[in-house]
Antibody, heavy 122, light 106 residues
Framework: QVQLVESGRGVVQPGRSLRLSCTASGFTFSSYAMHWVRQAPGKGLEWVAA????????YYADSVKGRFTISRDNSKNALYLQVNSLRVEDTAVYFC???????????????WGLGALVTVSS | DIQMTQSPSTLSAFVGARVTITCRAS??????LAWYQQRPGKAPKLLIY???SLESGVPSRFSGSGSGTEFTLTISSLQPDDFATYYC????????FGQGTKLEIK
């Protein structure tokens, strides 16, 4: 079955960087677009970024553009999110999620990981 | 950017009741809308896609309708497992979630 497992959670000081990873199994990772979605404590879902099946197209929410970078390594079945210049408001659970399509446009997010908590605090 | 607004924010209902949640888009999104259910501490679960298509394995008491800017999610007869938070999401232009509707037991 489809499994997505995030890692890289932790407490980070404002202004610092962190890389989140997601390891996929149970499906042909290289055939699907992937997303990162976050959820601040007690708040709703916020889409963060998406990447096409081959990594050639990447999309970002305005709130993270220029600070976050999504990437993937299909040889390792891995998805990454490099988060730089962290702010207190970036504190959230970060979910890795699969898109039903190859391209990351008009895609349906169908499977989610359990999430990784990132806390930005001094 | 497309904004998604759900109503109500909180809904209290009895087991067995029929409930409807509304989602409005700030501009037309055709039928590019999904609904998710999220239980506390869990990942979201896809219920409905393309406004009215039921995801495989999701009980038929869940249904979606609408197009353009106005959409609804209906649960025909609430079961104890259904008390959770529900989110709509547009995927016409990038991706935007509604703020969520918390469904509580009355």
């Amino acid at each position: 079955q489809v499994q997505l497992v995030e890692s890289g959670r932790g407490v980070v000081q404002p202004g610092r960087s962190l890389r989140l990873s997601c390891t996929a199994s149970g499906f042909t990772f290289s055939s699907y677009a992937m997303h990162w979605v976050r959820q601040a404590p007690g708040k709703g879902l916020e889409w963060v970024a998406a990447i096409s099946y081959d990594g050639s197209n990447k999309y970002y929410a305005d709130s993270v553009k220029g600070r976050f970078t999504i990437s993937r390594d299909n040889s390792k079945n891995a998805l990454y999110l490099q988060v730089n210049s962290l702010r207190v408001e970036d504190t959230a659970v970060y979910f890795c999620a699969r898109d039903r399509k190859q391209l990351a446009t008009r895609g349906i997010i169908d499977y989610w990981g359990l999430g990784a908590l990132v806390t930005v605090s001094s | 950017d497309i904004q998604m607004t759900q109503s109500p924010s909180t809904l209290s209902a009895f087991v067995g009741a029929r409930v409807t949640i509304t989602c409005r888009a700030s501009q037309s999104i055709s039928s590019w809308l999904a609904w998710y259910q999220q239980r506390p501490g869990k990942a979201p679960k896809l219920l409905i896609y393309k406004a009215s298509s039921l995801e495989s394995g999701v009980p038929s008491r869940f249904s979606g309708s609408g197009s353009g800017t106005e959409f609804t999610l209906t649960i025909s007869s609430l079961q104890p497992d259904d008390f959770a938070t529900y989110y709509c999401q547009q995927y016409n232009s990038l991706y935007t979630f509604g703020q969520g509707t918390k469904l509580e037991i009355k």
